[in-house]
């Protein structure tokens, strides 16, 4: 009877990590894709640019959004993430991330930056979606 209960809790658990495994995974991956969406927009689609960014944000970040008018076109690609907490009981989780600037000037001057960005997420009934977006300045911790 104790190895048939030791079984069970051991079958419980590898399920409960496997759980979180994908949690974390899809957390992270949302993300990314947002980070890459609200860092990039069209100067010559704004309406466009805005439907991207309503589709990843949520909450006071998705209302900030709203009144953005893109003036210029920049396009984001993530360098690299990482998830610095998710909290699955809450449904939120952090991420920080660097992403890869390329930024078009109405006189056609291209810019190139890096940028690290942590972005709050939280889980709605269709996933991930971010609730903020702050630059984080570089040599802060």
Do not use: C, H, K, N
Request: hydrophobic residues 45%.
């Amino acid at each position: 009877m104790a190895v048939l209960l030791a079984g069970a809790a051991s079958w419980w658990q590898a399920g409960q990590a496997g759980e979180a495994v994908r949690d974390r995974d899809a957390a992270l991956a949302a993300g990314r894709s947002a980070a890459e969406v609200l860092g990039s927009a069209d100067g010559r689609d704004r309406e466009g640019t805005r439907a991207r960014w309503r589709a990843v944000a949520d909450g006071p970040l998705a209302a900030e959004l709203a009144g953005v008018e893109p003036e210029s076109t920049t396009s984001a690609a993530v360098a690299e993430a990482a998830l610095t907490r998710l909290d699955r009981t809450a449904g939120t989780a952090g991420l920080i991330a660097v992403l890869r600037l390329r930024q078009t000037l109405a006189d056609g001057t291209v810019t190139t930056d890096r940028r690290r960005v942590s972005v709050e997420l939280a889980r709605r009934d269709g996933g991930w979606r971010a609730t903020a977006l702050t630059t984080v300045p570089v040599g802060a911790p």
